[in-house]
Nanobody, 117 residues
Framework: QVQLVESGGGLVQAGESLRLSCVVS????????MGWYRQAPGKQRELVAA???????TYADSVKGRFTISRDNAENTVYLQMNSLKPEDTAVYYC???????????WGRGTQVTVSS
């Protein structure tokens, strides 16, 4: 069974920072692409950032320059460093794994990020 366990969410003020962590088990972490999604009330789930097994990265335009995704294969962990947070970043953030190599299909339970104005 694949498990993804997020941590690091919380309540912050606009302009502050958070770092999310996701510890993964049940797969060969180093061989899989990883990502972070978020979902705000009334909105569709959106891809925030992704990192390949080769550490190539992509970001949503809304977070480019503010968020950084990284991975530590020795720790089976993917991170999302979130700087200059805005109220619009408020959402449940989900860690995701591309288990079969065809798209993200394994999910954590999510961690709430709330940014006050």
């Amino acid at each position: 069974q694949v498990q993804l366990v997020e941590s690091g969410g919380g309540l912050v003020q606009a302009g502050e920072s958070l770092r999310l962590s996701c510890v993964v088990s049940g797969l060969i972490f180093s061989s899989r692409d990883m990502g972070w999604y978020r979902q705000a009330p009334g909105k569709q789930r959106e891809l925030v950032a992704a990192i390949t097994r080769g550490r190539g990265t992509t970001y949503a335009d809304s977070v480019k320059g503010r968020f950084t995704i990284s991975r530590d294969n020795a720790e089976n962990t993917v991170y999302l460093q979130m700087n200059s947070l805005k109220p619009e970043d408020t959402a449940v953030y989900y860690c995701a794994a591309d288990y079969y190599g065809v798209g993200f299909d394994r999910w954590g339970r999510g961690t709430q990020v709330t940014v006050s104005s």
